[in-house]
């Protein structure tokens, strides 16, 4: 019988030996989250050859399912206190509730690659499975990319303004990372203005945090996405169709990216509606295009009107302790909504409603904010008031402590 190079990940036998190894030699030794890397069988010898389900040739589309499903099935029974993290360069449908992300695998450095990484996020993620990523700055940064060769990507401008863009387009990515062939990847490696850039989309990105953090529970609770084709959020404009360039991070957020090199300026569809320039505050008439600047240091970001964007502050990791109060940003134009939620980060005690809401509700006729507590099993407000700064676009910023109880605030 000829041999081949995958497991019967299909046998319960296999399966439970295969997260036996992962846990001894990686999890027991304080690993707690694991790059599965290559899900897919590749290369595979023989796919004639019999499984515990079938032949292989005829089972193998769902083999990434299992291998997660091995892990993460193993992992939280033997660390039930501690959530599921996998990076895996493969998937199939259902794959996410397997605590899984998907990259996109080993691409090139190149502009032709960043445009292309776009619309293959949004179709993954339109796919149904929403915990997408990518390489920034590509994968391959030798001579199979735009750098002549290996030592040219840390001083070749035309790769350094590659990367700065890609790096935006991560910034706005689900998951948020780098990574690179052979390669040092620190932002200080590169030039100094690359690396004003990359700090301060980093910070950018933590300051979303509780936005993005509430809008994964709308994906855990609601089936929403956190990043999406225009489409996707207005199917009746057929304007939106085709889009490859622009999508909605979150509900509220509209994101270009610029895939040309020394492009400073990008044309951009704005759907019904009005938008504010995320960076000034400028108003814009949707349905229509608009040329828009795209400075090398910023992307294009654009907010609709009837939008709440929590705001947090600056800090160096996620669950960050900090005494300084999230900015509620409001976008007048229409009533706008929005949940902010709150867990542990850490663990699955939420399935049990271990976790907190607030309601933020705008009247665009009252210019009132409306702030209410749902579900109150974490925090618990009235022994732990939470501090706010609620900024209207073009008003005033005020400050509110709230306690649990229903508050109304003029704007």
């Given at each position: 019988?000829?041999?081949?190079?995958?497991?019967?990940?299909?046998?319960?036998?296999?399966?439970?030996?295969?997260?036996?190894?992962?846990?001894?030699?990686?999890?027991?030794?304080?690993?707690?989250?694991?790059?599965?890397?290559?899900?897919e069988?590749?290369?595979?010898?023989?796919?004639?050859?019999?499984?515990?389900?079938?032949?292989?040739?005829?089972?193998?589309?769902?083999?990434?399912?299992?291998?997660?499903?091995?892990?993460?099935?193993?992992?939280?029974?033997?660390?039930?206190?501690?959530?599921?993290?996998?990076?895996?360069?493969?998937?199939?449908?259902?794959?996410?509730?397997?605590?899984?992300?998907?990259?996109?695998?080993?691409?090139?450095?190149?502009?032709?690659?960043?445009?292309?990484?776009?619309?293959?996020?949004?179709?993954?993620?339109m796919?149904?499975?929403?915990?997408?990523?990518?390489?920034?700055?590509?994968?391959?940064?030798?001579?199979?990319?735009?750098?002549?060769?290996?030592?040219?990507?840390?001083?070749?401008?035309?790769?350094?303004?590659?990367l700065?863009?890609?790096?935006?387009?991560?910034?706005?990515?689900?998951?948020?990372?780098?990574?690179g062939?052979?390669s040092?990847?620190?932002?200080?490696?590169?030039?100094?203005?690359?690396?004003?850039?990359?700090?301060?989309?980093?910070?950018?990105?933590?300051?979303?945090?509780?936005?993005?953090?509430?809008?994964?529970?709308?994906?855990?609770?609601?089936?929403?996405?956190?990043?999406?084709?225009l489409?996707?959020?207005?199917?009746?404009?057929?304007?939106?169709?085709?889009?490859?360039?622009?999508?909605?991070?979150?509900?509220?957020?509209?994101?270009?990216?610029?895939?040309?090199?020394?492009?400073?300026?990008?044309?951009?569809?704005?759907?019904?509606?009005?938008?504010?320039?995320?960076?000034?505050?400028?108003?814009?008439?949707?349905?229509?295009?608009?040329?828009?600047?795209?400075?090398?240091?910023?992307?294009?970001?654009?907010?609709?009107?009837?939008?709440?964007?929590?705001?947090?502050?600056?800090?160096?990791?996620?669950?960050?302790?900090?005494?300084?109060?999230?900015?509620?940003k409001?976008?007048?134009?229409?009533?706008?909504?929005?949940?902010?939620?709150?867990?542990d980060?850490?663990?699955?005690?939420?399935?049990?409603?271990?976790?907190?809401?607030?309601?933020?509700?705008?009247?665009?006729?009252?210019?009132?904010?409306?702030?209410?507590?749902?579900?109150?099993?974490?925090?618990?407000?009235?022994?732990?008031?939470?501090?706010?700064?609620?900024?209207?676009?073009?008003?005033?910023?005020?400050?509110?402590?709230?306690?649990?109880?229903e508050t109304?605030?003029?704007?």
């Amino acid at each position: 019988m000829k041999s081949s190079n995958y497991i019967d990940i299909y046998d319960d036998g296999v399966s439970e030996r295969f997260y036996r190894m992962l846990s001894d030699s990686m999890f027991h030794k304080g690993v707690s989250s694991i790059w599965l890397d290559g899900t897919e069988p590749e290369g595979v010898n023989d796919a004639t050859q019999m499984t515990a389900v079938g032949r292989f040739e005829e089972v193998q589309n769902p083999y990434s399912l299992l291998v997660t499903k091995a892990m993460y099935d193993g992992r939280r029974e033997e660390f039930p206190k501690e959530r599921v993290f996998n990076l895996t360069r493969s998937a199939y449908a259902g794959q996410q509730r397997y605590g899984a992300t998907s990259w996109s695998g080993d691409v090139e450095a190149s502009w032709e690659q960043l445009e292309e990484q776009i619309s293959a996020g949004l179709n993954f993620t339109m796919a149904g499975v929403p915990y997408w990523t990518h390489d920034i700055g590509g994968f391959f940064r030798d001579s199979k990319s735009i750098n002549p060769e290996f030592d040219n990507q840390y001083t070749n401008p035309e790769f350094i303004e590659l990367l700065t863009r890609w790096f935006q387009f991560g910034t706005f990515s689900p998951i948020f990372r780098i990574h690179g062939y052979v390669s040092e990847t620190e932002i200080w490696r590169y030039n100094e203005a690359f690396e004003r850039t990359a700090r301060k989309f980093i910070d950018l990105r933590y300051q979303l945090m509780p936005y993005i953090y509430s809008q994964a529970w709308q994906i855990t609770t609601n089936s929403k996405q956190l990043m999406s084709p225009l489409a996707y959020h207005y199917p009746n404009d057929n304007k939106t169709w085709g889009i490859k360039d622009q999508f909605l991070f979150g509900e509220s957020i509209m994101v270009g990216i610029v895939t040309e090199y020394k492009q400073r300026e990008k044309n951009m569809y704005f759907p019904k509606g009005t938008w504010y320039n995320f960076w000034t505050n400028e108003m814009l008439n949707g349905g229509e295009q608009h040329a828009v600047k795209a400075d090398l240091d910023e992307t294009p970001l654009f907010v609709k009107a009837g939008s709440i964007i929590p705001f947090g502050p600056k800090v160096q990791y996620a669950t960050q302790e900090t005494n300084e109060p999230i900015t509620i940003k409001v976008y007048p134009g229409a009533d706008a909504q929005f949940t902010l939620y709150f867990d542990d980060s850490e663990t699955y005690d939420y399935e049990k409603g271990a976790y907190s809401e607030i309601h933020l509700n705008y009247s665009e006729t009252e210019k009132t904010l409306q702030i209410k507590k749902g579900q109150d099993s974490y925090i618990d407000f009235s022994a732990n008031p939470m501090n706010f700064k609620v900024e209207l676009i073009g008003g005033q910023i005020q400050t509110i402590s709230f306690n649990g109880a229903e508050t109304q605030l003029k704007l």
